[in-house]
């Protein structure tokens, strides 16, 4: 039986899995319908809908995993999903901080302003970045998988296929964890710069309309803040995944902490719905669809409750 606790929590993770495919999906169907209107392809429309399939994957896998460790521990483990889960959690897991990373960079190189030649040069071809990300996620892989099958392998060497409990040094479980996650320390290092050194533009290009005396809420300030306001609330959101995660994985060592774990798992799931309608707000373009698309919504229900109430009075 699950205590009332465990049950709320159950409810805020299916309430955010809802929340998440919503947000992800409006934003990957938004890009994709603009990419074949205007019959081009474009890096920041290719990025938002990279990422919002990533994320929507992610959400599933995440919820799917959590639900079968917290219900069905035995058959998790002796049905072999937990390399198949696990293999699949690295690439979609990786590739959405990828996604996530490369978009950060590319409004950083957008907004931003220096004058310093390696700036200028990635700001000449931000394709390059992306390259570079790109190998990144590549070597990430290569080294996630093989530390994958050591932690898989721990789980099974002693306690057999019908138990999930650590058979590993807790020092050596999370040092493989570690270096399961070395790609994601490193995109979030590079999402971590590049919001340090947008706040740096920022604050000289604030200070240089208070020397100029032109006024401070100019459009290019307006750009750096809403540019400023994503990049942070990104990191707070990446920081609370990684903060879930770090529960969850945790509860390897601790198997019958079930609450701990679905606790874990919603604050791990704030991310990727949280970041969805942050994107939604700050981007124009998606904002005005939203809008457009919740006025319709309105304008349905109105005109349904409008045909229910003549097909009472007619009845009458």
């Avoid at 990828?98 to 004058?115: H, Q, R, V």
């Avoid at 529960?247 to 874990?264: A, M, T, W």
Wanted: contains cysteine.
């Amino acid at each position: 039986m699950l205590s009332v606790t465990e049950d709320i929590l159950i409810f805020i993770v299916v309430c955010e899995t809802v929340l998440g495919s919503l947000g992800n999906g409006f934003i990957g169907l938004v890009n994709c319908i603009e990419c074949v209107k205007n019959k081009k392809f474009s890096v920041i429309g290719f990025i938002l809908a990279g990422l919002a399939v990533s994320r929507s994957f992610l959400i599933w896998i995440l919820v799917i995993d959590g639900f079968l460790k917290t219900f069905f521990p035995d058959f998790y483990v002796s049905s072999g999903l937990i390399e198949c889960i696990s293999y699949l959690w690295i690439i979609i897991n990786q590739s959405s901080l990828w996604f996530a990373t490369s978009l950060n960079i590319f409004y950083f190189l957008k907004i931003a302003n220096f004058s310093h030649h390696i700036f200028v040069w990635l700001k000449s071809g931000p394709k390059r970045v992306l390259l570079f990300l790109t190998g990144s996620l590549l070597i990430s892989w290569l080294l996630s998988f093989p530390q994958t099958v050591k932690i898989i392998n721990g789980h099974k060497a002693q306690n057999g296929s019908r138990a999930w409990h650590l058979n590993m040094h807790k020092t050596d479980y999370f040092f493989s964890q570690i270096l399961v996650n070395l790609g994601v320390i490193f995109l979030f290092t590079v999402s971590l710069i590049a919001c340090f050194l947008i706040i740096i533009s920022l604050w000289r290009h604030n200070r240089r309309m208070q020397l100029n005396a032109t006024g401070f809420r100019d459009p290019s300030t307006d750009a750096y803040m809403r540019a400023t306001k994503m990049l942070m609330s990104f990191m707070v959101l990446l920081i609370l995944y990684f903060v879930g995660i770090t529960i969850e994985v945790s509860c390897f060592v601790l198997p019958e902490e079930k609450l701990l774990f679905l606790f874990g798992l919603s604050v791990t799931l704030i991310y990727p719905w949280g970041h969805s309608f942050i994107l939604i707000l700050g981007n124009s373009k998606l904002k005005q669809t939203s809008l457009r698309v919740l006025q319709q919504l309105k304008c349905y229900k109105k005109r349904k409750k409008s045909q229910c109430s003549v097909a009472m009075f007619g009845e009458k």
